[in-house]
């Protein structure tokens, strides 16, 4: 698929990814991983040119699989009316509680080559599990995901102003599209 060759190249370009810039990103301090998994709505993001043929309804379920690890579904809808589909994995780095994961959309057989692994941070998350902010160390990717498809105007203020403390550039946000 289309669509897993461009989360290869995420993975990669997250590897390579530039310096950042003043403070270390800071995480959420804890993430209960089972109360994470389901669907999650992508409600805005920086551009990225993996996502650049998405155009709108941007999903994201999590599945706590068997051996620990989580497989990942990404969809989004492309300008043709079809859904693409991205079938990947992610795993917790250090403790059971730990917000720092790593996912890929590369072939199971890469995945003892660390190019082929992203980090995936929780930076800010919801008490209830009903939003979150997910980034990686050098911010240049950041995803804001809801467990609905649209968020409460003040609650997505709030945590725009709660990302902008944390040294990330929220007008580069692109809303997403979700189709009634």
Request: hydrophobic share 40%.
């Amino acid at each position: 698929m289309h669509i897993q060759r461009l989360f290869f190249a995420l993975a990669l370009a997250w590897t390579c990814g530039a310096a950042q810039a003043g403070e270390p990103l800071t995480t959420v301090p804890v993430l209960d991983v089972p109360r994470y998994m389901g669907t999650w709505y992508e409600i805005a993001k920086f551009p990225n040119w993996f996502q650049r043929k998405c155009v709108g309804n941007t999903r994201a379920n999590y599945a706590l699989q068997a051996d620990g690890k989580v497989q990942v579904t990404n969809r989004c809808k492309r300008e043709s009316g079809e859904m693409d589909e991205a079938i990947g994995a992610a795993r917790q780095i250090g403790p059971a509680n730990s917000p720092k994961l790593q996912v890929r959309f590369a072939p199971a057989w890469l995945s003892l080559l660390p190019a082929v692994w992203g980090d995936y941070w929780v930076v800010e998350l919801d008490d209830h599990y009903q939003w979150v902010a997910v980034s990686e160390p050098g911010r240049q990717y950041l995803w804001i995901l809801s467990r609905t498809p649209r968020m409460e105007p003040a609650i997505y203020t709030e945590l725009l102003a709660r990302l902008v403390r944390k040294g990330l550039e929220v007008q580069k946000l692109e809303p997403t599209r979700q189709d009634d």
